[in-house]
C-alpha cells in the first residue's frame, strides 16, 4: 500500500480494530462454505463489489453466488493477513487471496492469484466492508485428470479476450453459462492505480 495516512489513535488501541478487520477478511471462507446470511455480515447495507463476474450491490453478490453454487463451478480461497491503514473509523484495506477453481463438467480448473482492495469502515461502533475491488496478479489452468483429459482450448481466442492474468477463470466463468465482459484491474494497470487513489483520497476525507 503505497501511501501512509495519519492515525490520531495509540497504535495499541488499534489492535481490536485489526483483529475485526482481518476477520471480516478472513470472513470469506463463508462464501466457500455457502453460509449466505454470514456471508452477508461482513458488509454494509449499501455496499458494493466488483469482482470479475459481477459489478454492483453486495446484497445482489450474494444471491448471484447462491446461483452460481448451483452451477458446475467449484471456488475456494486461501486469504492471507491484510495490510491496513487508518483513519478515524475509516480503513483502506489491501488483501492477497488465492482462488482455486475446479469445473465439475469440464474436468478443469484454475488457480489465480488476486487482491482485494477494500474501502472498511466502522459504523455503529460495528467494522464492514463498504467496498470490495478484485484485482487478478496471475493465474493459469490446472489439471486434475492430467492435460490429456482436458477439452481442446482455443488459446488465441482466449488471449485475445481477457488478460493472461485472469483469462483462465474466466473462461470456466464464461463455460458455467455466466458472462464475462469488460476488462478487469490486473497488477499494476491503470484500474489499480485508479482503485488505489481513489481508496487513499477516501480514506482521506475522515479527516483523521
Not at 54 to 66: K, P, V
Request: proline share 5%; hydrophobic share 40%; glycine share 8%.
Amino acid at each position: 500500500m503505497p501511501e501512509n495516512h495519519p492515525d490520531s489513535r495509540p497504535a495499541a488501541d488499534r489492535l481490536a480494530d485489526r483483529q475485526a478487520i482481518s476477520d471480516l477478511m478472513t470472513g470469506w471462507i463463508h462464501r466457500d462454505r455457502q453460509d449466505w446470511d454470514t456471508l452477508a455480515t461482513l458488509f454494509h447495507e449499501d455496499a458494493t463489489l466488483r469482482v470479475m463476474w459481477f459489478s454492483g450491490r453486495a446484497h445482489d453478490f450474494i444471491e448471484g453466488s447462491r446461483r452460481m453454487a448451483e452451477g458446475p463451478l467449484r471456488t475456494k480461497h486461501f486469504i492471507g493477513n491484510p495490510t491496513i491503514a487508518f483513519a478515524c473509523d475509516r480503513a483502506f484495506v489491501e488483501t492477497n487471496a488465492i482462488l482455486l477453481a475446479d469445473h465439475t463438467e469440464l474436468g478443469i480448473g484454475a488457480t489465480v492469484h488476486v487482491r482485494f482492495l477494500d474501502r472498511v469502515s466502522r459504523r455503529a461502533g460495528t467494522w464492514r466492508i463498504e467496498r470490495r475491488d478484485a484485482v487478478y496478479d496471475l493465474g493459469g489452468f490446472t489439471y486434475p485428470f492430467g492435460p490429456a483429459a482436458a477439452p481442446d482450448i482455443d488459446a488465441d481466442a482466449l488471449r485475445e479476450r481477457h488478460p493472461r492474468e485472469y483469462a483462465s477463470l474466466a473462461y470456466l466463468i464464461e463455460s458455467s453459462g455466466i458472462a464475462v465482459t469488460g476488462t478487469f484491474p490486473i497488477r499494476f494497470s491503470e484500474q489499480e492505480r485508479a482503485i488505489l487513489s481513489e481508496g487513499h483520497a477516501w480514506l482521506a476525507q475522515s479527516g483523521g
